[in-house]
Nanobody, 115 residues
Framework: QVQLVESGGGLVQPGESLRLSCEVSLYISTFDYVGWYRQAPGTERELVATIGSSDITNYAASVKGRFTISRDNVKNTVSLQMNSLKSEDTAVYYC?????????WGQGTQVTVSS
């Protein structure tokens, strides 16, 4: 059974940093990709960043240069380092992965950026 469990969300002020982590129940080296999406109230879920099995990364334009995605194939974790956070980064962040042609999702973790 594939399970993804996020952690690390919280409340921070603009300009601060936060690190999200996602623990995956299977070997993430077998996934086509793992990554992070987010959804703010009243909006559709959007891609934040993904990293493929060959470590090729993809970022949304709005976070490029501020966020960094990484993976640990030994611990089977995916992390998202978020720097210079802005109020518009406020959302529920979801960990996701594609395994055997199917997408799996975590339960989400809330990130709130507010002064």
């Amino acid at each position: 059974q594939v399970q993804l469990v996020e952690s690390g969300g919280g409340l921070v002020q603009p300009g601060e940093s936060l690190r999200l982590s996602c623990e995956v129940s299977l070997y993430i080296s077998t996934f086509d990709y793992v990554g992070w999406y987010r959804q703010a109230p009243g909006t559709e879920r959007e891609l934040v960043a993904t990293i493929g099995s060959s470590d090729i990364t993809n970022y949304a334009a709005s976070v490029k240069g501020r966020f960094t995605i990484s993976r640990d194939n030994v611990k089977n974790t995916v992390s998202l380092q978020m720097n210079s956070l802005k109020s518009e980064d406020t959302a529920v962040y979801y960990c996701s992965g594609r395994y055997l042609h199917r997408d799996y999702w975590g339960q989400g973790t809330q990130v709130t950026v507010s002064s």
